[in-house]
T-cell receptor, first 117, second 116 residues
Framework: NAGVMQNPRHLVRRRGQEARLRCSPMKGHSHVYWYRQLPEEGLKFMVYLQKENIIDESGMPKERFSAEFPKEGPSILRIQQVVRGDSAAYFC???????????????FGPGTRLTVL | AQKVTQAQTEISVVEKEDVTLDCVYETRDTTYYLFWYKQPPSGELVFLIRRNSFDEQNEISGRYSWNFQKSTSSFNFTITASQVVDSAVYFCALMFSTSGTYKYIFGTGTRLKVLA
């Protein structure tokens, strides 16, 4: 019973490069959530996706950040032209299929630690 | 507005001591859910417990227990006879309904250090 998978676990980028973070939800789950954790802080919601659909992106920065969850393959969080302030841990969570208005427990992946030099 | 406060930034205890981690939440919703997650040094987030707002029954799971009190908007977590492996950052979270979906808001976490 594989849990939520994220890769890479650690990613180093130079300012101006692109970062691509991948998340495979738990088997049988079809809802994916992305969170950002800055050093010494709690997790902050970024975006909620179902297959081929963005449900809620109210926590996403307006520029440089995008997310997708295609019909096949993992969910991708993409950060273009990274800056030092993007350095953080990015967590993905998943929950079972169903209506978006259900209060399902989210199960988290191990996170990707992004360092921008 | 929804808010979760974990006032204790860091707690240090000696092994076998009991320790309580505080969590105070704010919400105007009548239906909501509370969670605790553990983040060990390896960094992953481990789900510990979920409570819904209609169930104030306290819960015990081994050395872990949770005290949910709606009157004080608190959901405290106690570890009995702490062990070094309990050393981690513990996050309290509130799930609430907004614009047709449910969303988590996390506290800033309490770092627990259990010394041998």
């Amino acid at each position: 019973n594989a849990g939520v998978m994220q890769n890479p676990r650690h990613l180093v980028r130079r300012r101006g490069q692109e970062a691509r973070l991948r998340c495979s939800p738990m088997k049988g789950h079809s809802h994916v959530y992305w969170y950002r954790q800055l050093p010494e802080e709690g997790l902050k919601f970024m975006v909620y996706l179902q297959k081929e659909n963005i449900i809620d992106e109210s926590g996403m920065p307006k520029e440089r950040f995008s997310a997708e969850f295609p019909k096949e393959g993992p969910s991708i969080l993409r950060i273009q032209q990274v800056v030092r302030g993007d350095s953080a841990a990015y967590f993905c969570a998943s929950s079972p299929p169903g209506l978006a208005n259900r209060a399902d427990t989210q199960y988290f992946g191990p996170g990707t630690r992004l360092t921008v030099l | 507005a929804q808010k979760v406060t974990q006032a204790q930034t860091e707690i240090s205890v000696v092994e076998k001591e009991d320790v309580t981690l505080d969590c105070v939440y704010e919400t105007r919703d009548t239906t909501y859910y509370l969670f605790w997650y553990k983040q060990p040094p390896s960094g992953e987030l481990v789900f510990l417990i979920r409570r819904n707002s209609f169930d104030e029954q306290n819960e015990i799971s081994g050395r872990y227990s949770w005290n949910f009190q709606k009157s004080t908007s608190s959901f405290n977590f106690t570890i009995t006879a702490s062990q070094v492996v309990d050393s981690a950052v513990y996050f309290c979270a509130l799930m609430f309904s907004t614009s047709g979906t449910y969303k988590y808001i996390f506290g800033t976490g309490t770092r627990l250090k259990v010394l041998a």
